[in-house]
């Protein structure tokens, strides 16, 4: 059906929505009337929900409804929506924001809908709602703007095997993120630059071509879930050397890193690293997720994971292994925080754990060739690591119970499996008991690891 409003048009079919001139939109739930346009003609009367109308910013409109937040008429200048959400509270958006809810995505045989964008001064076109029909923030442009739908043929479309909130990186756009297919990079962006989501599980695994690097630059978590993301040997030209696979953005305070299944960083070429934290970042398993796993590999003299603020791990395995030439296992030691979790670190030919004094107060952390350039401290004692065999280990990929301890009260336990069949625990000068999966170990540290 074609709706005029002063000389725009929408075009609405079941199941598609697609405009070119009109400029702004109601969403209009069933009973509801828009009024707008030359002549107050009355556009999409009695709409199914979900249905929308087109009207201009510098249109006065009238709307009226039957349902418990629009019982009276109104009558708004530069309107864009009044609708009523679940519940029947009223929410109005003002000129130069957008509705937070989906679109329908128009449908085209032959073609995948990329998005619906917005053409700017000077013709640049800037993407409003994603592939799916997210809005990618929660404005819109202050000054009037035209919404059109790309689309690209489905033949031409080479998925990357990468996805963000199950959308693969090929489509370019999501809300909080984009993919440049140019730098194989994708960025993620979160609310501090004006998007709506946070949260970002990332998925697949790359090709020759594809992603290669994943560039965190807000607060936010990341959710790595069964990724492998390995730059080949092959490649002509490797991320700039001391970038991780995983880059996150110095000056940030509040990065989580969660894991879910078991996930592969890894650089081949030149001199970069797996991880690098430049901002406070925290690693830990998924809430419901078992055996999350973190492998991160560095090459040439860089370590597998590069601290420069702040990392500390609390649950999950971490795997960091460092370049064959000289990388270490990780670096930045003194900025290196433990509280629970299992830890392998392992230098190419020089120190695992490089960098200073790491504070560890739990978990499992086993050093592969029991070499670092300063002893582990729980902030006020050096430690030392005592090696406890698992009684019976049914494998490295179930967890380890420690429990009833003498002497370690207050050391984190959460998340700790199996490494060849032992586990790592750092405690100070003293005399320990503890069980491991019911067995009663005991160790006594005089200065030196047992």
Not at 60 to 88: C, M, N, W
Not at 184 to 210: H, P, Q, W, Y
Not at 319 to 334: P, Q, R, V
Request: with cysteine.
């Amino acid at each position: 059906m074609d709706n005029q409003v002063n000389g725009g048009k929408t075009w609405q079919v079941p199941g598609t929505l697609h405009w070119e001139q009109c400029t702004y939109f109601c969403k209009m739930e069933k009973g509801h009337e828009v009024k707008g346009g030359q002549g107050g003609q009355t556009q999409n009367q009695g709409v199914d929900p979900g249905g929308f109308a087109a009207l201009y910013k510098s249109e006065k409109a009238e709307l009226t409804g039957t349902s418990p937040g629009l019982r009276q008429r109104e009558t708004h200048d530069d309107l864009i929506f009044v609708y009523t959400p679940d519940g029947g509270e009223k929410q109005r958006c003002l000129y130069g924001e957008v509705p937070r809810f989906s679109v329908a995505k128009p449908i085209r045989d032959g073609y995948l809908f990329m998005g619906y964008f917005a053409t700017l001064e000077g013709g640049r076109e800037e993407i409003e709602y994603d592939c799916t029909g997210r809005p990618m923030r929660e404005y819109l442009h202050t000054k009037d703007v035209a919404l059109h739908a790309k689309f690209v043929r489905s033949s031409d479309f080479k998925p990357t095997g990468v996805s963000v909130n199950g959308v693969d990186a090929a489509f370019e756009y999501g809300p909080g993120w984009e993919y440049s297919p140019g730098t194989r990079t994708i960025t993620l962006m979160t609310r501090g630059d004006k998007s709506i989501e946070n949260e970002f599980a990332i998925s697949g695994s790359n090709v020759v071509g594809t992603v290669r690097q994943i560039v965190l630059k807000g607060n936010g978590t990341v959710r790595l879930s069964d990724l492998t993301l390995v730059s080949p040997e092959t490649e002509t030209q490797g991320l700039p050397n001391g970038e991780g696979v995983l880059q996150i953005a110095g000056g940030l305070t509040n990065a989580v890193v969660e894991l879910v299944g078991s996930n592969t960083l890894a650089r081949t070429r030149g001199a970069g690293s797996g991880l690098v934290c430049g901002g406070t970042v925290t690693v830990r398993e998924a809430a419901g997720s078992s055996g999350g796993i973190l492998v991160a590999a560095g090459a040439g003299t860089s370590p597998g994971i590069g601290v420069t603020d702040r990392l500390t791990v609390e649950d999950g395995q971490v795997l960091a292994y460092g370049g064959a030439d000289g990388g270490f296992g990780l670096s930045g030691g003194a900025r290196y925080r433990q509280t629970g979790g299992t830890v392998l670190l392992s230098g190419g030919d020089k120190n695992d754990l490089d960098g200073g004094a790491a504070t560890v107060t739990g978990g499992s952390l086993c050093l592969a060739h029991r070499t670092r350039s300063h002893s582990p401290t729980d902030g006020a004692n050096v430690l030392y690591c005592i090696r406890t065999a698992v009684p019976e280990s049914p494998g490295d990929d179930v967890r380890v119970v420690v429990s009833n301890a003498v002497g370690a009260t207050g050391y984190g336990t959460q998340g700790i499996y199996p490494i060849d069949g032992r586990i790592y625990l750092w405690r100070p000068n003293g005399y320990y008991e503890f069980d491991v999966d019911g067995a009663r170990a005991f160790a006594t540290v005089k200065n030196a690891d047992t």
